[in-house]
Nanobody, 114 residues
Framework: QVQLRESGPGLVKPSQTLSLTCTVS??????????WAWIRQPPGKGLEWIGY???????YYNPSLKSRTSINRDTTKNQFTLQLRSVTPEDTGVYYC??????WGQGTLVTVSS
């Protein structure tokens, strides 16, 4: 069964870049017909799609975050990554990686604070 696990710093300073990695096991990010997504949930708010990378490497970004977001992958490590640039405290939240909105990682809390 496919499993996902997020990793990365739990604290990022304002104006810096938030970088997270999702490690996938039990399946390949290049052959499974999932889209590999990043989603976040700010405190007290609902889920927000950040974007995804497909099994072919195509990407889609939430228009409201597109200018600050990059999603890439490392097929040799079966990982995909998120970079969110120029963060502010409003980017604080739990960040999840997901396979097709069917399978989810446990989430990782990222706090943006000086």
């Amino acid at each position: 069964q496919v499993q996902l696990r997020e990793s990365g710093p739990g604290l990022v300073k304002p104006s810096q870049t938030l970088s997270l990695t999702c490690t996938v096991s039990g399946g390949s990010i290049t052959t499974n017909s999932y889209y590999w997504a990043w989603i976040r949930q700010p405190p007290g708010k609902g889920l927000e799609w950040i974007g995804y990378i497909s099994d072919t490497g195509s990407t889609y970004y939430n228009p409201s975050l597109k200018s600050r977001t990059s999603i890439n992958r490392d097929t040799t490590k079966n990982q995909f990554t998120l970079q969110l640039r120029s963060v502010t405290p409003e980017d604080t939240g739990v960040y999840y990686c997901s396979a097709g909105s069917v399978l989810w990682g446990q989430g990782t809390l990222v706090t943006v604070s000086s």
